[in-house]
């Protein structure tokens, strides 16, 4: 099992305010991804990356950025928050096994935008 | 156009008895499927996979049944217990892990005492 790490759990934030999502994991994985999700829907990917100075948009398009400067750290970041934005973010992150690999997900950081 | 279809939004099951959790999906070039259990304001946690090369996989309660033919897969939980009241997601994957997986909106289960 991955351990996978979300900070903050709860974030609420005014309008125009720049955030950034913490996701750290500590079993050495490749892989990570960020997705959004709202309440009844899927999950869509936003970001992943493959590795360090790897970073990828996902399939929904996404005002936030990525970086990937240590395999363990994948931090988000949104430099002008809005409501629209409110939601929920998780992490996640797969070791590179081929056809069976899964993913692993953090906790999840629910944002709200005022 | 959304390639993993959960047509259920919820499903109520007496525990005890057999949760049966559906999955339609459309991209023939799919070949890994997983389940995954979600609590509310928590991640998901994996519950379990099939490779397209197999139709049937179990793991104690739990089996998850795909029909290819028929582009289906389903999850079967029994006997149900209060515990498994989570919502459900199915997603795949195609070509071996690129860019994730595609999720379907889930099934939230309700067991009921």
């Known amino acids: 099992e991955a351990d996978i790490y979300q900070t903050p759990r709860y974030l609420v934030i005014g309008t125009g305010k720049k955030i950034t999502l913490e996701c750290s994991q500590t079993m050495g994985h490749d892989k990570m991804y960020w997705y959004q999700q709202d309440p009844g829907m899927e999950l869509h990917l936003i970001h992943y990356s493959y590795g360090v100075n790897s970073t990828e948009k996902g399939d929904l398009s996404s005002e936030s950025t990525v970086s990937r400067i240590r395999t363990e750290h994948f931090p988000l970041t949104l430099e002008s928050a809005r409501p629209s934005h409110t939601s929920q973010y998780l992490c996640?992150?797969?070791?590179?096994?081929?056809?069976?690999?899964?993913?692993?997900f953090g906790s999840g950081t629910q944002l709200s935008v005022l | 156009d959304q390639q993993v279809k959960q047509n259920s939004p919820s499903l109520s099951v007496q525990e005890g008895r057999i949760s049966i959790l559906n999955c339609d999906y459309t991209?023939?070039?799919?070949?890994?499927f997983l389940w995954y259990k979600k609590y509310p304001a928590e991640g998901p946690t994996f519950l379990i996979s099939?490779?397209?090369?197999?139709d049937k996989n179990e793991d104690g309660r739990f089996t998850v049944f795909l029909n290819k033919s028929a582009k289906h897969l389903s999850l079967h939980i029994v006997p149900s217990q209060p515990g498994d009241s989570a919502v459900y997601f199915c997603a795949a994957r195609s070509g071996g892990g690129a860019d994730g997986l595609t999720f379907g909106k889930g099934t939230h289960l309700i067991i009921q005492p």
């Open positions: 991209n023939s070039m799919f070949d890994y």
């Open positions: 996640a992150s797969s070791p590179n096994e081929g056809l069976d690999e899964k993913l692993f």
């Open positions: 099939i490779s397209s090369i197999k």
